[in-house]
């Protein structure tokens, strides 16, 4: 059974930081590509940030510069640094992993908020 568990999502103020994790089970994490989305209400499920399995990474335009993802391979974790956070980053973000892209497997999300 596959498993992704999201953890570290929590109310901050703008300018803040918060470090999502997400931990996988049932794959072998190291040969999956891993991702994490958000979803805002009333908008569509967006790509924040993306890193393969031979950790290249790639972000959205608008976290830019402001949020890094990495990986640990052993520890079969993701992690999501995210810092000087916006209001406009009030969402729920989900992990989620896939052999070519991160598309197969999904968490079940950690709430973020953002207040100015």
């Known amino acids: 059974q596959v498993q992704l568990v999201e953890s570290g999502g929590g109310s901050v103020q703008a300018g803040g930081s918060l470090r999502l994790s997400c931990v996988v089970s049932?794959?072998?994490?190291?040969?999956?590509?891993m991702g994490w989305y958000r979803q805002a209400p009333g908008k569509q499920r967006e790509l924040v940030a993306a890193i393969t399995r031979s950790d290249s990474t790639s972000y959205a335009d608008s976290v830019k510069g402001r949020f890094t993802i990495s990986r640990a391979n052993a520890r079969n974790t993701v992690y999501l640094q995210m810092n000087n956070l916006k209001p406009e980053d009030t969402a729920v973000y989900l992990c989620?992993?896939?052999?070519?892209?991160?598309?197969?497997?999904w968490g079940q999300g950690t709430e973020v908020t953002v207040s100015s």
């Open positions: 049932g794959i072998i994490f190291g040969n999956n590509a």
């Open positions: 989620a992993a896939g052999f070519l892209r991160p598309t197969d497997f």
